[in-house]
C-alpha cells in the first residue's frame, strides 16, 4: 500500500514514532506501516551497532525509542 502512515519526532533524547492515519483503508490498518518503519529504524540501528529501546505506547502514539 505504501501510504507511509508514520510520523517520527524528535523530543529531547527520545524518538517518537506516531501514526498520521487512522482509519483503516482498503481493510489494512496503518499501524502496519508503522511497524514496518520501526523495523527498518531497528535494522539501521543494528547496522551501525546503536543499542535502542522501546516503550510500546497507545495509538496515535506508536512507540517512544531512546538509546
Known amino acids: 500500500m505504501n501510504r507511509q502512515p508514520w510520523r ?9 514514532l506516531k501514526s498520521a492515519i ?6 489494512v490498518s496503518p499501524y502496519l506501516g508503522c511497524g514496518i ?4 529504524l531497528l535494522i539501521g540501528a ?3 551497532d ?5 516503550r510500546y505506547e497507545e495509538p496515535p502514539v506508536i512507540a517512544t525509542i531512546y538509546s
Open 37 to 40: 518503519a520501526l523495523l527498518h
Open 8 to 16: 517520527f519526532e524528535v523530543e529531547g533524547d527520545e524518538l517518537i
Open 46 to 48: 543494528g547496522v551501525e
Open 22 to 27: 487512522h482509519k483503516k483503508k482498503h481493510d
Open 50 to 54: 546503536v543499542e535502542v529501546n522501546i
